[in-house]
């Protein structure tokens, strides 16, 4: 069985930086690109980007090209974002999604709530 | 950047109802196109896939279709466990982009 385990919630001061982990087991972590998706609270859904954990290459979407960093360990299968110099736009549920074929998302983690708070 | 529109924010309907929501891309996307629920507190749950496959365990009443860059979703008999989020994602190129959402509710 695929699952997609993430770490728990964060709560970061302004200024300081998280990282985030996504666990994944039931299939070669190293067959699928890994997607990391923003959802800022009551609202709709944006991609970050995505890593593929065999090459360690990378795309960003323009927004989040200095906010975010992604990186894959493949000897523990376990992909990481960090979300560094947080600011309240920050503030939200950060998902992993495992990419098919590259065609659609299938599988998805249960999300990490981030909290940037003084 | 491709933009998804879902016109509709909210849509409420009778159990049993035939319920379609739709989705427009700005640019052809082919069939690099999928349908997602969510519901409160949950991550997002994968319907439809390359525009018409119904995912795995997703109950036939679901069901997508295409034309040209117009999507539509349909849930033939509407239940009660139909309400949540539908969103839209085109994976055809970066940045890859959602939907804003159509909220199902029973009547």
């Known amino acids: 069985e695929v699952q997609l385990q993430q770490s728990g919630p964060e709560v970061g001061r302004p200024g300081s930086s998280v990282k985030i982990s996504c666990k994944a087991s039931g299939y070669t972590f190293t067959d699928y690109v890994m997607n990391w998706v923003k959802q800022s609270p009551g609202q709709g859904l944006e991609w970050i980007g995505w890593i593929d954990p065999e090459y360690g290459s990378t795309d960003y979407s323009e927004k989040f090209k200095k906010k975010a960093t992604l990186t894959a360990d493949t000897s523990s299968s376990t992909a990481y974002i960090h979300l560094n110099s947080l600011t309240s736009e920050d503030t939200a549920t950060y998902f992993c999604?495992?990419?098919?074929?590259?065609?659609?998302?299938?599988?998805w983690g249960q999300g990490v709530m981030v909290t940037v708070s003084s | 950047d491709i933009q998804m529109t879902q016109s509709l924010a909210s849509l409420s309907a009778s159990l049993e109802e035939v319920v379609t929501i739709t989705c427009q891309a700005s640019q052809d996307i082919g069939y690099w196109f999928a349908w997602y629920q969510q519901k409160p507190g949950k991550s997002p749950q994968l319907l439809i896939h390359s525009a018409t496959s119904l995912a795995d365990g997703i109950p036939s009443r679901f069901s997508g279709s295409r034309s040209g860059t117009q999507f539509s979703l349909k849930i033939s008999r509407l239940q009660v466990e139909d309400t949540g989020i539908y969103y839209c994602l085109q994976r055809y190129s970066t940045p890859f982009t959602f939907g804003s959402g159509t909220k199902l509710e029973i009547k």
């Open positions: 999604t495992r990419d098919f074929g590259s065609r659609y998302f299938d599988y």
